[in-house]
């Protein structure tokens, strides 16, 4: 394996008000993830989520510390630049991310200043396109796109950049039911095909989706485990005020009562299957 994003005793303050009494928004954050890795970021609303997504591509720079992607570090300037375009960022409202008035041309818009040939161009986005679902539609406005869709194209704008790592910052938070569904499928296929992925959101029944998950209160990371190994203490998520999701909770209240299930569920498809095929035994 080799380390895509190295953050060593990362310290961060916003602007110091008049008594320069500013709390830490990230105190002494460690943190490597792997090439490849699935991870996400949970924590209850202002425990730094969002302060630490903008360190990932140096939208904000560290106080103190240091943070640094691949071979190149955020605090310098010269590096920005390709840091910007191995870590690409989806955020929560897709609307303040569109910028055209068509959907091929939205998703051509980063691209437009790599100086890369039209034709490497046009299969990147055909290809973009493909990935995220959206054939059909290149040439709609993307004001009529359902919210889900409009984050599709949001993912697919960041995807012809050939980012290394993407992360999604509350991106299902504003969407309907399908709409989640759908960008979280997303999510796991472009883990899948390889790409570094960090999914921050406060709903623990997404961050479940994940293989590693972090949990950050008032701006440190309070665990850091497998999601398997979370799954098992899941309870202790009630600590920092967040949820133990209603299949987690579930599956563990009917062991306890002896129905025979996996001591884990990957998914809550699993669940059900499971005890439908308890249920149709008896
Ligand atoms: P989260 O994404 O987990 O909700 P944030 O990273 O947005 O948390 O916020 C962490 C802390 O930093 C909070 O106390 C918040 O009030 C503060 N904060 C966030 N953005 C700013 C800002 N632009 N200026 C000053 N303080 C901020
Ligand atoms: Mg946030």
Redo the contacts with the bound molecule.
């Keep these: 394996m080799s380390t895509i994003v190295r953050l060593s005793d990362v310290w961060f303050q916003?602007?110091h008000d008049e008594q320069g009494a500013?709390?830490w928004?990230l105190c002494q954050i460690d943190l490597t993830i792997e090439k490849g890795e699935y991870i996400a970021i949970i924590?209850?609303?202002?425990?730094?989520?969002?302060?630490?997504?903008r360190m990932f591509n140096g939208l904000l720079v560290p106080t103190k510390g240091t943070v640094q992607i691949a071979d190149y570090f955020t605090h310098d300037e010269n590096d920005l630049w390709e840091i910007r375009r191995m870590v690409g960022m989806v955020f929560q409202n897709p609307d303040n991310q569109i910028v055209s008035t068509t959907v091929r041309d939205d998703i051509a818009f980063g691209l437009e200043n790599l100086g890369i040939p039209r034709r490497e161009m046009i299969r990147r986005i055909d290809q973009a396109i493909e990935v995220v679902g959206l054939t059909g539609l290149e040439e709609q406005a993307p004001h009529y796109l359902s919210g889900g869709q409009k984050q599709r194209l949001c993912i697919a704008g960041i995807l012809v950049m050939q980012p290394k790592v993407i992360l999604f910052?509350?991106a299902t938070s504003m969407l309907d039911p399908q709409g989640r569904k759908d960008v979280l499928q997303l999510i796991d296929q472009l883990h899948r095909q390889g790409k570094t992925v960090i999914h921050?959101t406060?709903a623990a029944e997404e961050a479940f989706l994940a293989k590693r998950i972090i949990v950050?209160n008032q701006?440190k990371i309070e665990l850091d485990l497998p999601r398997d190994e979370l799954y098992r203490q899941a309870e202790c998520l009630q600590k920092w005020g967040l949820e133990v999701p209603l299949p987690v909770q579930l599956h563990r209240r009917l062991r306890e009562l002896g129905v025979p299930l996996t001591d884990l569920i990957h998914s809550e498809e699993e669940l059900v299957s499971q005890l439908c095929r308890l249920l149709s035994k008896n």
């Design positions: 916003y602007q500013n709390q928004a924590g209850p609303n202002g425990s730094g989520k969002s302060t630490l997504a910052d509350e921050i406060h950050m701006g």
